[in-house]
């Protein structure tokens, strides 16, 4: 009887061995989809935010330069101009 019950149970199926690439990508599609699109969008957010700040830091040194080009007064030496030029960088 014993052996009856052994013979009708399924058999075992073996391990793979090596690395079967179509089954791994059926079983993670939606997680591998998942990542990338997280990948993407935060790649996109970080060059967004990178460029705000270098359009900030853009726009603070005009700003520090047309200050300095406004405290020159008609009349003032050439020497007054290069050193505000100077400064303002």
């Not at 075992?12 to 690395?19: E, T």
């Not at 990178?50 to 040194?61: E, F, T």
């Not at 047309?66 to 030496?77: H, Q």
């Amino acid at each position: 009887m014993r052996e009856i019950a052994i013979l009708q149970q399924s058999p075992r199926k073996p391990p793979r061995k090596g690395y079967y690439r179509a089954m791994t990508l059926r079983r993670h599609w939606l997680r591998v989809l998942k990542v990338s699109v997280a990948s993407v969008f935060a790649v996109v957010v970080i060059a967004y935010i990178s460029i705000l700040i270098a359009q900030a830091v853009s726009a603070r040194r005009a700003s520090k330069m047309l200050d300095a080009l406004e405290a020159i007064r008609i009349g003032d030496p050439a020497s007054s101009l290069k050193k505000q030029c100077r400064s303002a960088r």
